[in-house]
């Protein structure tokens, strides 16, 4: 029988088993099996990984048109299963029984003694548990946005301090040239420092307009 349909002695509900994975925290997942039909129905739960999930009940009888309730527990695991997938499976048995007695025959479920037992497959799946931001993220969040606007504030401020150097530069740059005019014996050393000056403060004020901007 595929996953989640419904037979003709049961009906499942939900379809399949999911799980709120969080480590080292349990998780549980409640089934309601609905009787179909106008007799006793019993019904018992395995799965291929009984270590990790306790079932309560296990086993039961359930009354014509009557319904019952499964809670199916994940333990606490210690880690997260690769990619959040999970391969157990859970498989609800049911067979028609005569009477509503609380202890079942140890073959009810024996398909070799002749009953008509019908199986359930159900499959398991974890769900990420994704919470908002706490307080202290906020926080965090808050106090990098108030750094980058601060360092963005800062490169701003180099790149305007190395304009006004430059164009100063510039103006003692014209003023020396009318002093060469004038044939200043000291025109030539000063010239030369002060072309190197500036060239140095273009190749800085370059790399700050290159810079990438801080958002």
């Known amino acids: 029988m595929s996953a989640g349909a419904t037979n003709q002695l049961i009906s499942v509900s939900p379809p399949?088993?999911?799980?709120?994975?969080?480590?080292?925290?349990?998780?549980?997942?409640?089934?309601?099996?609905?009787n179909s039909t106008d007799k006793c129905v019993a019904f018992k739960v395995k799965t291929t990984s009984p270590k990790k999930y306790f079932v309560r009940p296990?086993?039961?009888?359930?009354?014509p048109w009557d319904s019952a309730f499964i809670r199916v527990t994940l333990q606490a695991q210690k880690e997260y299963p690769p990619d959040m997938l999970c391969k157990d499976k859970f498989l609800l048995q049911s067979t028609i029984v005569n009477s509503d007695n609380?202890?079942?025959?140890?073959?009810?479920?024996?398909?070799?003694?002749?009953?008509?037992?019908?199986?359930?497959?159900?499959r398991v799946v974890y769900l990420s548990s994704v919470s908002s931001p706490g307080p202290y993220e906020d926080v965090?969040?808050?106090?990098?946005d108030?750094?980058?606007?601060?360092?963005?504030?800062?490169?701003?401020?180099?790149?305007?301090?190395?304009?006004?150097?430059?164009?100063?530069?510039?103006?003692?740059?014209?003023?020396?040239?009318?002093?060469?005019?004038?044939?200043?014996?000291?025109?030539?050393?000063?010239?030369a420092v002060v072309v190197g000056v500036i060239g140095l403060m273009v190749g800085f004020l370059l790399k700050l307009l290159s810079s990438p901007s801080v958002e």
């Open 16 to 34: 399949e088993l999911k799980f709120q994975f969080e480590l080292d925290k349990q998780s549980y997942c409640d089934l309601k099996v609905t």
């Open 58 to 63: 296990n086993t039961g009888i359930i009354q």
């Open 102 to 122: 609380e202890e079942l025959p140890p073959d009810t479920f024996n398909k070799e003694s002749g009953r008509t037992v019908e199986e359930c497959k159900l």
């Open 140 to 144: 965090f969040r808050q106090s990098s």
């Open 146 to 191: 108030f750094s980058s606007n601060q360092a963005l504030q800062r490169i701003k401020d180099e790149r305007d301090d190395a304009v006004r150097q430059t164009q100063q530069l510039i103006q003692d740059l014209e003023m020396m040239k009318r002093r060469r005019n004038r044939n200043d014996p000291g025109f030539s050393l000063r010239f």
